[in-house]
């Protein structure tokens, strides 16, 4: 574990550097060594090189346990590696849980970092979880082993992304369980070839299949999480809509509009929010896993654009509701009656709620308008047998009879 606590003193005539300089002008890593306030602010450290700063504090304490048994010790390269964890945490968050190879230079970490006070105290967010790895210094003489790695690395990055609250940390720690087990399995190698074979075959054989059961996880919380984003997105475009209404309403009170108290901006405010929860129940009816859904969207798009989504579902709907109530007041569908006086609003807001509802059926509607709008084009001009001029049926452009 990074917090670990070493308890190590010092030997009589051993130098307490903090940081190892081979050359005598760099550090750990070939980052600078500390001269005081001139030294440059090169960012918080990577998990590599925090790897790697263990890694040698580490094999320095080994050295010195097996010369100094039983004396007190000092760790030179101690601080240094407390230093480097300590401005890698400032920047990932804490490490909650950790595995560090006793032979290599290699470990895979997860990192916990708290929500900002507005997202913790207001929008009820939890801390986000990240998954660290640095292995190839393990791994690079293990091909099956570094592929499965690679594995636990993409699909970590996957549900890092994708996923929140409990479950990305479920999914997180998940994958730090097989990446544990591969970096376990690497630090008790055989030394014989045929062995190391068998071991990595072994050790696929094992991880494979708990990665695709890992990874049908994720697919089915990234699924349930898209879709909740898409409803929220739908309430937001709602509450616009709303709002919208709303603030027209209140410019025209203060401007003492007559058009206020008109039936007709009643029906067209009532029709726009009508056509906005239409398509909120759709979705949601869609949505329903007790039959086949036929709601479909990719959660790897980003929460942001799935919210989007759900947003501009909203204005459709209301823009259908709009556009029918336009043909129906102006008179475009006449096998429809509109019925007159109180009962009217309510006779536009089952309208709209079902263009809302059904694209389809909206479209059909529209439809009738279409045909209304669009002329029907003119028959051809048959030929006559006994040279008398042709007959020809319809107006003519000029509004004359033919006849005549």
């Known amino acids: 574990m990074a917090d670990e606590t070493l308890t190590t003193h010092a030997e009589d005539g051993i130098a307490t550097g903090d940081v190892v300089t081979p050359h005598g002008s760099e ?5 600078p060594a500390a001269h005081g306030k001139d030294q440059p602010d090169l960012g918080p450290p990577s998990f590599a090189e925090l790897v790697w700063a263990h890694y040698l504090w580490r094999r320095q304490l080994q050295e010195l346990e097996t010369r100094q048994a039983r004396r007190e010790l000092h760790v030179p390269l101690e601080a240094a590696y407390r230093r480097r964890l300590a401005a890698f945490e400032r920047f990932n968050g804490r490490i909650v849980d ?29 801390s986000t979880m990240r998954f660290h790895s640095a292995t190839d210094w393990k791994t690079a003489r293990s ?24 479950s990305q940390r479920i999914a997180i720690r998940w994958i730090m369980s097989v990446a544990s087990f591969l970096l376990a399995r690497c630090d008790m190698e055989p030394p014989r070839t045929q062995d190391k074979r068998r071991a990595s075959t072994q050790a696929r054989a094992h991880v494979a299949p708990e990665l695709r059961v890992i990874e049908n996880y994720y697919l089915q919380a990234a699924t349930k999480r898209a879709r909740m984003v898409y409803v929220w997105g739908m309430v937001q475009g709602i509450i616009a809509i709303s709002a919208l209404i709303a603030a027209v309403g209140v410019y025209m009170a203060i401007e003492s509009r007559p058009t206020l108290h008109d039936p007709s901006a009643q029906q067209l405010a009532a029709t726009l929010a009508a056509g906005a929860v239409g398509a909120l129940i759709s979705v949601l009816l869609r949505m329903d896993e007790r039959r086949t859904s036929t709601f479909k969207i990719d959660a790897e798009i980003g929460g942001r654009a799935v919210r989007r989504l759900g947003l501009f579902r909203t204005t459709v709907g209301a823009i259908l509701a709009t556009a029918v109530f336009f043909a129906l007041k102006a008179g475009l569908l006449q096998q429809i009656t509109i019925p007159q006086g109180p009962r009217a609003i309510y006779f536009f807001l089952v309208v709209a709620f079902l263009a809302g509802f059904s694209e389809r059926w909206a479209q059909i509607v529209l439809g009738g308008a279409e045909g209304v709008l669009t002329p029907m084009p003119q028959q051809q001009a048959a030929p ?12 003519p452009g000029n509004g004359t009879d033919p006849a005549t």
């Open 27 to 31: 550090g750990v890593l070939g980052r």
């Open 143 to 166: 091909p099956v082993i570094a592929t499965l790695m690679q594995d636990c690395e993409t699909l970590a990055i996957r549900a890092g992304e994708v996923l929140n609250g409990t």
């Open 98 to 126: 950790a595995y560090w190879c006793r032979s290599e230079a290699s470990a895979v970490a997860i990192t916990a970092k708290p929500a900002k006070p507005f997202a913790r105290n207001v929008m009820r967010r939890s």
């Open 384 to 395: 006559s047998t006994d040279g008398a001029p042709p007959h020809i049926t319809g107006t």
